[in-house]
């Protein structure tokens, strides 16, 4: 991010003076520009991928290229000399022992299907936790031109190309018929007991939309921003949410597990959006396997 962009995301989340509290402006300003690094990263890259700089891990579908590794080696670099004492958990190469204290989730290059063929969602995404949860949010979509960035107890806000933030709310749908609603599938669906079928076939014929984006830190930002009303998922890990669903809490929205509890960081499974919404999604989706749709 250009320094003045950097100024107007500070000044929007007040930290561009004295803070108290974990968040101040460096520690801020660290996380932003990292994103924005990873995004230019991105970019540069886009055009001269190789079959070579594209590899798989847990499946044929979850690809992993050179660009993530190298993002999060410029991410978790920045964050490090930003705040030594902190532990960092990325998704590729960095995963500190938890001890308790200060945790960033780094998933540095979200939507990685999307970024090798050419598809625009996909981002950066960086979330900080302590013992409250979430304190401070930065997702940055390189392609769009957006970044979301949210500090708790400061409101969660949208920066858009010309650096204008504006603040953000979840959407005021109060039932299904009227939502746009997101999700997504597993790369093991068919190893894993719940592929998440199921859950959609009993969503599908009460929303006025289903969407699936392909990055779940960019489907939270959106239900964040309003444009979309509600989002669950199950079996994702800790970097594919933290920082999304930082932004939907200082949005206004709710973030649970599956059985309406608070596991969700941890336990994979997320519903998230307006209350209606949510509590309308949670009595149609669960983590447990039916059957439907799901290999044996």
């Known amino acids: 991010m250009t320094p003045d962009r950097t100024a107007a995301a500070l000044r929007a989340l007040g930290l561009d003076g004295s803070a108290s509290g974990l968040v101040d402006g460096a520690i801020?300003?660290?996380a932003i520009d990292a994103a924005q690094e990873a995004g230019a990263l991105q970019l540069d890259s886009l055009e001269e991928l190789t079959s070579g700089d594209v590899r798989t891990k847990s499946s044929a579908r979850d690809?992993?290229?050179?660009?993530?590794?190298?993002c999060e080696e410029r991410i978790v670099a920045r964050l490090r000399a930003a705040a030594p004492g902190f532990e960092i958990e990325a998704?590729?190469?960095t995963d500190d022992e938890r001890r308790?204290?200060?945790r960033w989730f780094v998933d540095p290059l979200d939507g990685t299907v999307n970024y090798v063929h050419g598809i625009p969602m996909f981002c950066a995404s960086?979330?900080?936790?302590?013992?409250?949860?979430?304190?401070?949010?930065?997702?940055?979509?390189?392609?769009?031109?957006?970044t979301f960035v949210a500090a708790r107890g400061r409101g969660a806000w949208c920066l858009r190309p010309d650096g204008a933030p504006s603040?953000?709310?979840?959407s005021d749908a109060a039932s299904l018929g009227e939502a746009v609603v997101a999700t997504g599938f597993p790369y093991r669906r068919g190893e894993l007991a719940n592929s998440n079928l199921g859950n959609f076939g009993r969503v599908f014929y009460d929303v006025r939309g289903v969407r699936r984006m392909g990055s779940?830190?960019?489907d939270l930002a959106y239900v964040a921003a309003g444009?979309?009303?509600?989002f669950w998922e199950l079996h994702l890990s800790p970097f594919d949410l933290a920082a999304g669903a930082g932004l939907v809490l200082e949005a206004g929205g709710v973030v649970t597990d599956l059985e309406r509890g608070d596991d969700w960081l941890r336990g994979g499974h997320i519903a998230a959006g307006p209350a209606a919404v949510v509590e309308a999604l949670l009595a149609r989706v669960h983590a447990r396997p039916d059957g439907a749709g799901d290999r044996p």
């Open 28 to 30: 801020a300003t660290a």
């Open 63 to 70: 690809l992993v290229t050179r660009v993530d590794v190298e």
């Open 91 to 93: 998704e590729e190469e």
């Open 100 to 102: 308790g204290g200060p």
């Open 126 to 146: 960086i979330g900080l936790f302590d013992s409250e949860g979430p304190a401070l949010s930065v997702v940055h979509a390189a392609r769009i031109g957006e």
């Open 167 to 170: 603040r953000i709310r979840v």
């Open 216 to 218: 779940a830190a960019l």
């Open 227 to 230: 444009r979309i009303d509600g």
